[in-house]
Each structure stands twice: as C-alpha cells, then as structure tokens.
Nanobody
Framework: EVQLQASGGGLVQAGGSLRLSCAVS????????FGWFRQAPGKAREGVSC????????WYVDSAEGRFTISSDNAKNTVYLQMNGLKPEDTAVYYC???????????????RGQGTLVTVSS
C-alpha cells in the first residue's frame, strides 16, 4: 500500500507560481512512476505530468510544457510539481498519484492522494 499526501495549493494571481508537493510513504518497491492530474469543476480529469522512477523520464500535457516541472527527491520521499506562469485555466484540484505500470500515467493510477486546490485569478 502506498500513501500520498499532496500539499501546496492556494490562490495565486495569473503569472504567478506555486510548488505542489506530494509526500510518499508505504511500500513503493513496485511503483514505476508518479504523476499529477487535475480536475476543474464541471470538467473531465486531465493528466498534467508524469515522472518515471527508473530514469527520471518525464511527460507533460501540452498546456503545461515549458511552464511546469515535475521532479522527485528520493531522500525526502517527495514528488514536486513546480508551476510557473500560471493561468486562470490552470485552476483545478490537483492530485498526485502513483503507478505500478508507468504506461498508466497520468490517469490510470494505482494509488491517489487527496487533492490540493489551485486557484488562479485573472
């Protein structure tokens, strides 16, 4: 079992930055990657970014490419999502997730943490 605890959301003006953190605990030997997805009110879930445990390879949704950076700190058992140049359309609840099969990233997850709300004002 893997537990994930997301934090770092908040209210920010357009153009601002936030760093989301996802504290990871539990049995992670069979986890091949971590990721973030988001869900805005009335909208479908959308994958944002993934990071593969074996080699640090990353993936971003087109709208996040160049603005968001996913990273992991194994010593702290934490996965981060640095978000710069935030836009009102980035407003959503952001969830971190873990994947036994990295091919499932970002929306076919095995474990999911509670969400953290990001609100970007115009």
């Amino acid at each position: 079992e893997v537990q994930l605890q997301a934090s770092g959301g908040g209210l920010v003006q357009a153009g601002g930055s936030l760093r989301l953190s996802c504290a990871v605990s539990g049995f992670t030997l069979d986890v091949s990657g971590f990721g973030w997805f988001r869900q805005a009110p009335g909208k479908a879930r959308e994958g944002v970014s993934c990071i593969r445990s074996s080699d640090g390879g990353t993936w971003y949704v087109d709208s996040a490419e160049g603005r968001f950076t996913i990273s992991s700190d194994n010593a702290k058992n934490t996965v981060y999502l640095q978000m710069n140049g935030l836009k009102p359309e980035d407003t959503a609840v952001y969830y971190c997730a873990a994947y036994r099969n990295y091919d499932g990233c970002p929306v076919v997850y095995d474990y999911r943490g509670q969400g953290t709300l990001v609100t970007v004002s115009s």
